[in-house]
C-alpha cells in the first residue's frame, strides 16, 4: 500500500510538469561527439553568427554533449561549433521559427592544436554557487599520498578525526556524500579507502536546499570523484607504502564508447597504528580519596579490500542506465594492554591490575545501484530515478585476560564479549527538474528509504572450564526505520541576482525492540523542512549569500545501542535507545571577493539546536565510569568563519583560515545542570612551493584551540605535516612523500569533573606517519581519473 502511495504522488507531482512544453521562436538542438571515438564532447562552444561573422548568441553542450539553445535572432545565418584540440565546424542555419534539430555534429581532432597547445590555467581553488562552497583539491601535495580523510583534512573548517569521524565547525552532527549520494564508502571508516588523487573536488553545504535530506545539523560533505572525459581504454595503478605500516595498492580501469562507459576500482589496505593513552584519577570526598593511575598501550592492525565496478549505457541521446556495484570488506586485528596502579590515602601503591585483550572484527559492507537519466529535448530538463539496496554484516569477538600484579601475583576470571550486527536498507527515490522559462526552474522530488538493523551482543565470564552470561549481558536489538519525504523547490536566476526556495517534508518512523524486552520504543518524527538560499553578484569578482535551512539530526545507530565494550576495567561507553533526535536552525551570511592574486571568503553563522545531544559521564555504583548520550535542552552557536588564498607568486601559494564561535548550553540530566557557555577557535595555515623540475612542497600547520563543556575541558592541539613530490615520465607518473604529526603532538588532553571524581586523560591515538606513494596513469592526464557512477539530480 506503501509504494502504490508513493507512485500516485510521484505521478501527481511530475505530471503537471512533464506535460509543459517549451516555447521559443526559433531554437537549435543536437549534439557533439568525437569523429573517431563517437564519444560525447562535453562543453564545446555552440556559437550563433550574423552574415558578417559577429556573435549573437551562444552556449555549451552539456556532460553528454547535447546541446539546446532557445529564442535564435532572425539575423543569424550560421553556427560553428569550438573545442580545444579540434577543428572549427561551421553550419549554415535556414530562415524560419520553430526547432531544428542539427543532429549530431562530429568534430574532428586537429593534431596541429593538439601538439602546440599548453594549458596552464587552473581553477580557482574556492567558489561559490546558490547552495554550496567548492573546494577544488587537486594540486594539495598532502592529499595526493593519503585517503579522502586527508583531503578533508585539508578543506576550512572540515576535520577528521583518528576513527574516521567527519566533523564541520567543530560539530560532528555532518552528513557525508560522494557524487551526490549516501554511499557505502562513507560507513565505517570506508572513506579511508578512498585514493586521494580520484577526487576532484569537495562541496562544503552549510546549509543545504531541499533537494537533500534534511539529515546533519551541522550540514553537507559532497565528495566529488573524477571523471574520465576521453575515450578509448584509460586506468592508474597507485601504491603506497608507510610507517608505520600503511601499505596501499589501487588499480582502477575505464573504458569509454560511444555506447558504453565501463568502470572499475579495486583498493587493497594493510594498515598499522599505534596508540597510547594515560588517565590520572582521584575518586571519593575529601579525605578518603582513591588515586589511579592508568596506561593503555593499543597496537591496531587494519586489512581492507574493496572493489568497485559498473557501467554506464547510453541507450540515445535522452536516455542513459547506469548500474554499479560496490563490496567493502574489512578485517581488524587489534591487541591492548592496560596498566592499573591503584593507591589509597597517600602516593604509594597500594595493588596493581594488568589487562591484556586481543580483538578480531569482520565487516562487509556492499551496495547495489541501478540510475536512469531522462534528459529532454528541453535545455536543462531532467527526470532520474534511483534505486539503492545496502546489505551489511559485521561480527566482532573481545578476549580480556585479567590479572593482579601487587601486592600479589593472582589470576582474574577471563572475559569473552561477542557483537553480531546485520542491516538491510532499501532506497527508491526521483527527481525532476523543469525549466519554466529561462529564468525560472521548478525542482522536486520523491524519496522513501526502508532501513532494518540487529545487533547481537553477549559478554561471558570464564567460571572454571565453563563460561557464563556476564552481568547479565545478552540481548538483541532490533531497529527499524522507514523515512518517506517529498520536496519542491522554485529558483530563479539572473545576471546579478540568484534565488531558491524550497521545502521538504519527512515522515519518520522508528521502532526498537529487544529481545528480553527491556527496550520497546515506537518514535514518530514528522516535521516540515523550509529552506532560503539568495546570491547576489556585486560585481565580476565579488559574490555575496545569504541562506537559512532547517536541519534534523537522527542519533546514529552506535548511540542507540545499550551494550557495554568491556575493554577497560575503568571507563565504559553505552548507548541510549531513549535518545530523540535534535533539530538545528541554521543562518548564514557569505561573501567571496577575489583579486589577481588575493582570495577572501568571510561567513558569519548562527544555529540555534534544540534537544541537541551531548555525552554525559557519570560513576555508577561498581566505580566505573560510564559516558552515554543525553538530550539536552538547546544549544546556540554563532561564529565567524574566514578564508584567505594568497599567490605573491606563480610558484608560492598561501591558504590560511580561522573558524571561531561562541555557543550557550542550557539543559539538566539527572538532577545535573549542564548548562555551559564558552568558546572555540580552529585554524589552519598551508604553504606550498612550486619547484624547478617539477617538484613541489608542502607545509600545514594545524591549530584547535582549547574548548570545554559543564563537564569536560580539552587543552589545544598543535599539529605539523609536510609533503613532497614529484612528476614523471612526461607527467605519466607522479612521485609523493608525505609525513603527518611529525611532532606526535597530536594528543588530546581533557580534564573531566564530577560529583567526588576528577580525572586527566592524555590520548594520542595514531603517531607520526610517513609514507611514499607511486602512481603511473596512462591515457590519462596529471588531474584526470577514472569515471564513477552517474549521479542523479543530486550531483
Known sequence: MKVWLYLCLLMLLTGPVLAQQPTASRTIAGKVQDQRSGTPVPYAAVNVLDAADKLLTGGISDENGTFRLEGIPPQATKVEFRFLGYQVISQALPVGVGTLDLGTVQLTPDATQLSEVTVTGEKPAISLQLDKKVFEVGKDILSQNGSANDVLNGVPSVAVSPSGGVSLRGNANVTVLVNGRRSGLTQSNALDQIPADQIERVEVITNPSSRYDAAGSAGIINVILKKNKKGGLSGQLRLVGGQPNDTRANPSLSYKSSKFNVFATAGLRLSDYVGRYSTDQVTG???DQTSLHQLQHENRHDDGRLLYFGADYYLNDHNTITASFLKNATHDHDKTALQYDYATHGPATDSSLLRNGESWERRSYNQLDFNYTRLFAQAGRKLTADLQYDFWNSDKDWVLATRSTYPRELALPGIRTSSVGASKDL????????????????????????????????????LGEAWAIFQGINNKLQYQEVISSAYAQFGSKTKTFSYLLGLRTELTRINIADREGAFNNQKNYDCLFPTINLSYQLGESTTAQLNYSKRINRPA???????????????????????????GDVFELGLLRSWSKLTVNP???????????QEYVYLNAAGTFISSPVNLSREIRQGLELSVQYTPLKWLPLNAELNGYTFSQQGSYQGRDLGFSGQVVTGRLSAQVKLPAKFGVQGRYNFTGAQSNAQTRTQAIHTLNFGLSKNLLRDKASLVLDATNVLNSDKHRTQTTGDNYVFNQVNSPNAARYRLSFTYRFNLKDGQGIRQAKGSNRN
Do not use: C, H
Open 285 to 287: 570526598p575529601s579525605g
Open 427 to 462: 532506497v527508491v527515490q526521483t527527481d525532476l527538474v523543469q525549466p519554466l522559462s529561462e529564468r525560472y526552474t521548478l525542482e522536486a522530488g520523491l524519496k522513501l528509504e526502508s532501513r532494518r538493523v540487529s545487533s547481537d551482543f553477549r559478554a561471558e565470564e570464564q
Open 557 to 583: 545507530l552506535w548511540m542507540l545501542y545499550p551494550f557495554n565494550e568491556l575493554t577497560d576495567l575503568n571507563s565504559q561507553y553505552v548507548g541510549n535507545p531513549d535518545l530523540n533526535p535534535s533539530y
Open 603 to 613: 561567513s558569519v553563522y548562527y544555529q540555534r539546536n534544540t534537544g541537541f545531544i
